[in-house]
């Protein structure tokens, strides 16, 4: 199976700027889609962004013109640079990665979350 490990969530200031980084790891035959929802207690979760392998993106419209999601496909990283950062910005961000595993099963990996608040 494929692991996701999230990095570099944490406090930033209304206006601030945050990069959230998402690697991939184990047995992959192919990474396809990878992205980005996030989740408020209370609220549905939302998708932020999303890459296909070749570089086409996809942004809620909510985020547009702020953030910017880009990957490297030779380290199987995902990114989320996020600028401009508002407190309704603030949640847990999950990555996600679109695969098939060694059996040719399509499967969803998921990050464990990271903490993103952004506060005066």
């Known amino acids: 199976q494929v692991q996701l490990v999230e990095s570099g969530g944490g406090l930033v200031q209304p206006g601030g700027s945050l990069r959230l980084s998402c690697e991939a790891s184990g047995v992959i035959v192919s990474i396809n889609a990878m992205g980005w929802y996030r989740q408020t207690p209370g609220k549905q979760r939302e998708l932020v962004a999303s890459?296909?392998?070749?570089?086409?993106?996809n942004y809620a419209d909510s985020v547009k013109g702020r953030f910017t999601i880009s990957r490297d496909n030779a380290k199987n990283t995902v990114y989320l640079q996020m600028n401009s950062l508002r407190p309704e910005d603030a949640a847990v961000y999950y990555c996600?990665?679109?695969?098939?595993?060694?059996?040719?099963?399509?499967?969803?990996?998921w990050g464990q979350g990271t903490q993103v608040t952004v506060s005066s």
């Open positions: 890459i296909t392998r070749g570089g086409n993106t």
């Open positions: 996600y990665a679109d695969y098939y595993d060694s059996l040719w099963s399509r499967q969803r990996g």
